[in-house]
């Protein structure tokens, strides 16, 4: 099984969904996390920063971003290819 990407996300996120949506369009397995109720705020700021906002993606130990910067992880690794906007 490959290894599942981890989002930090809110409900209400619109780029949460996009890249939910880009995951489950391609078969990429993922865990969601909420701000809120599976992480405090405090615990996911003390991980991405003071001023960090969702959505924020890591991969195995590696921090990958935002969903922009998820996007481009994805085609740079051959895991996605085409358009995505």
């Given at each position: 099984m490959s290894t599942p990407f981890k989002v930090y996300s809110t409900p209400s996120c619109p780029y949460c969904?996009?890249?939910?949506?880009?995951?489950?369009?391609?078969?990429?397995p993922f865990i969601e996390y909420y701000v809120?109720?599976?992480?405090?705020?405090?615990?996911?700021?003390?991980?991405?920063?003071?001023?960090?906002?969702?959505?924020?993606?890591t991969y195995g130990d590696k921090y990958i971003g935002g969903c922009s910067d998820t996007i481009v992880f994805l085609k740079e690794n051959n895991m996605i290819n085409g358009k995505t906007n």
């Open positions: 969904k996009k890249i939910k949506t880009v995951f489950l369009m391609t078969g990429q809120g109720t599976h992480i405090t705020k405090q615990e996911f700021f003390a991980q991405f920063g003071e001023n960090a906002s969702v959505p924020q993606i």
